[in-house]
T-cell receptor, first 113, second 115 residues
Framework: DSGVTQTPKHLITATGQRVTLRCSPRSGDLSVYWYQQSLDQGLQFLIQYYNGEERAKGNILERFSAQQFPDLHSELNLSSLELGDSALYFC????????????FGPGTRLLVL | AQSVSQHNHHVILSEAASLELGCNYSYGGTVNLFWYVQYPGQHLQLLLKYFSGDPLVKGIKGFEAEFIKSKFSFNLRKPSVQWSDTAEYFCAVNRERGSQGNLIFGKGTKLSVKP
């Protein structure tokens, strides 16, 4: 157990819908990262937050957004969902924004039908 | 742009065989290097990491990796694999002292160990 929690574990929804994925970092970690794992793209970085502020953006679609709240938990919002958004979404956390060691959560498996 | 290459997509070994998984990265500056393991249906777990110092790094479960700066490589090794090592292995880098810490991952290598 890494100490990073993610909910829900599984999510099945339809195209065009919107979903919210939630992540709670390890106690004491201020930085949260979101990654997407799919069969064709592999593991790709989406976005990073540090202490409530957006720190870095990767290959995140405009339909996707995220935020980090004062209690440091983070939410990833995916809207206008397409079949190709089906993937495993991981959250990771680290103490510093440089991410020397990142601890990963169990992931949310999203299936868009 | 940074990239990470893992040479083998799928490796099949018998128990007690030795393992070496290749990883090369491309980046002109100094990087931190990682190997993560993902057991079937589970999340990524850190196996080992290299920041600086001794280029031979020991990790958990008997794994080790060697950083060869001149070759931009960080290969993972284990002298004798077990059936329980069946998993997918990911090499990753991030920039040392970068302003952001996101990891760049390789495509992963699936390891299947036959009992």
């Amino acid at each position: 157990d890494s100490g990073v929690t993610q909910t829900p574990k599984h999510l099945i929804t339809a195209t065009g819908q919107r979903v919210t994925l939630r992540c709670s970092p390890r106690s004491g970690d201020l930085s949260v990262y979101w990654y997407q794992q799919s069969l064709d793209q592999g593991l790709q970085f989406l976005i990073q937050y540090y202490n409530g502020e957006e720190r870095a953006k990767g290959n995140i679609l405009e339909r996707f957004s995220a935020q980090q709240f004062p209690d440091l938990h983070s939410e990833l919002n995916l809207s206008s969902l397409e079949l190709g958004d089906s993937a495993l979404y991981f959250c990771a956390s680290s103490v510093t924004p440089q991410g020397e060691t990142q601890y990963f959560g169990p992931g949310t498996r999203l299936l868009v039908l | 742009a940074q990239s990470v290459s893992q040479h083998n997509h799928h490796v099949i070994l018998s128990e007690a065989a030795s393992l070496e998984l290749g990883c090369n990265y491309s980046y002109g500056g100094t990087v931190n290097l990682f190997w993560y393991v993902q057991y079937p249906g589970q999340h990524l777990q850190l196996l080992l990491k290299y920041f600086s110092g001794d280029p031979l790094v020991k990790g958990i479960k008997g794994f080790e990796a060697e950083f060869i700066k001149s070759k931009f490589s960080f290969n993972l090794r284990k002298p004798s694999v077990q059936w329980s090592d069946t998993a997918e292995y990911f090499c990753a880098v991030n920039r040392e002292r970068g302003s952001q810490g996101n990891l760049i991952f390789g495509k992963g290598t699936k390891l299947s160990v036959k009992p």
